[in-house]
């Protein structure tokens, strides 16, 4: 896989300026959606080139093939040949989809990605997967393509909503629990709402590369990023159907945690203090509501649905303690069922 640069920066004017500076582009588009034009476009306009400026509608509802054609169209009304450069400015939505329409058209031009959430930042910005929706089937249309780049500036949070933070947040206690024992330590002490974020991002990018450098493909080492996300991204799925029920990904992703944290308790060794000290933990800084048990089957079945399952068995990467991720441990949905009443209990 072709290796970029992710470069953290303090002051994303100048190292726009510097990538562009020796670059020789037939043309530049910036993709944008309505909210990264209004808020995070004017952090870099001093030093924009000449571009077309492509803006779609916010959300993960329009991250799906009918955008990826309005784009595709702007490009060729304006005339783009495979020596331009996509500029994705925006969060995952923007990323995913801006890497794939820029990877496909003409087959492949080059891209720079700016994500500007938290999430985006440290999670969507390593791995190379890109990708849409497809008839509500998540990331199911998709290619594996590294940008040319990659700006990390975390000046774009300063209007990034107290949701998005929480939500994005919720990979970085990720990381710690999988990988790295001491930067859990450092997570728990912060303050998502009031906090100096550049470090913090930049080591969890450094984990993220780490783990996929060593498993592009995602056939060992990378599942342990799967942690929280078999359960969680049920629960996600499933409260995206019902109306002002919604959870955004890291949110689910934290119930998911504690889940799967009384699984690795039960499966793979993580001692029961380590248990109490994730759950509460979670709870504290996601607040959480009890998911009705009568749902449980429904969610829990969705797990079934999962991208990453082999020969129709649930595979879950579970802690062995905090900081050591043992993967492809199958479970079978009574445990699950347990799980989530623990869930419900704890949640009190
Ligand atoms: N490729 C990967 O490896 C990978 C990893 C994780 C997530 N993803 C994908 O990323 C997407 C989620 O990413 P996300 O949470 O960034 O969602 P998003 O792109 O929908 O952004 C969240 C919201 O914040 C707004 N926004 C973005 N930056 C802002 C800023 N600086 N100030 C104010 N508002 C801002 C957006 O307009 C949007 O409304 C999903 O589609 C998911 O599948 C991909
Ligand atoms: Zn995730």
């Known amino acids: 896989m072709k290796n970029h640069n992710t470069e953290v920066t303090t002051d994303i004017q100048k190292s726009l300026s510097t990538f562009l500076a020796n670059k020789q582009y037939s043309k530049i588009a910036i993709l944008v959606d309505e909210n990264t034009e209004e808020h995070c476009l004017p952090k870099l306009i001093d030093c924009l080139p ?59 031009f080059e891209f720079l990605n700016i994500p500007t959430t938290l999430l985006s930042q440290v999670d969507a910005s390593v791995g190379g997967k890109l990708g849409i929706d497809f008839h509500g ?43 790295d024992a001491a930067y859990w330590e450092q997570v728990k002490t912060i303050n998502p709402y009031d906090q100096d974020w550049t470090d913090i991002v930049a ?38 159907e019902i109306p002002g029920q919604r959870l955004l990904h890291g949110e689910a992703i934290a119930l998911g945690m504690i889940c799967e944290a009384f699984l690795s308790h039960k499966f793979t060794g993580l001692s029961s203090q380590a248990l109490e000290e994730i759950t509460n933990y979670l709870i504290h800084v996601y607040n959480p509501v009890k998911i009705d048990p009568q749902l449980f089957e429904v969610i829990l079945g969705l797990t079934l649905q999962d991208k990453k399952n082999e020969g129709g068995v649930v595979q879950f990467s579970l802690l062995k303690e905090i900081g050591t991720c043992a993967i492809n441990i199958p479970i079978g949905i009574p445990d699950m069922i347990d799980s989530m009443f623990y869930l419900n209990e704890k949640i009190g």
Request: hydrophobic share 35%; net charge negative; glycine share 12%.
């Open 50 to 108: 000449d571009h077309y400026l492509i803006t779609i509608r916010s959300g993960e509802e329009n991250k799906n093939l009918s955008t990826c054609e309005d784009i595709w169209m702007a490009l060729t009304e304006a005339g783009f040949d495979r020596k331009g450069l996509m500029i994705n400015l925006g969060g995952g939505v923007i990323g995913d989809m801006g890497g794939f329409v820029a990877s496909t058209y003409k087959r492949g």
């Open 137 to 179: 089937f998540k990331n199911h249309i998709g290619i594996f393509n590294e940008p040319q780049n990659v700006l990390i500036y975390t000046g774009f949070y300063q209007t990034l909503p107290q949701e998005e933070i929480r939500s994005g947040f919720g990979e970085v206690i990720k990381h710690g629990l999988i990988y």
């Open 203 to 240: 080591h969890s990018i450094a984990i993220k590369k780490k783990v996929v450098t060593d498993d592009p493909f995602e056939s060992g080492l990378r599942k342990i990023l799967n942690y929280g996300h078999t359960i969680g991204h049920a629960i996600e799925s499933y409260f995206l």
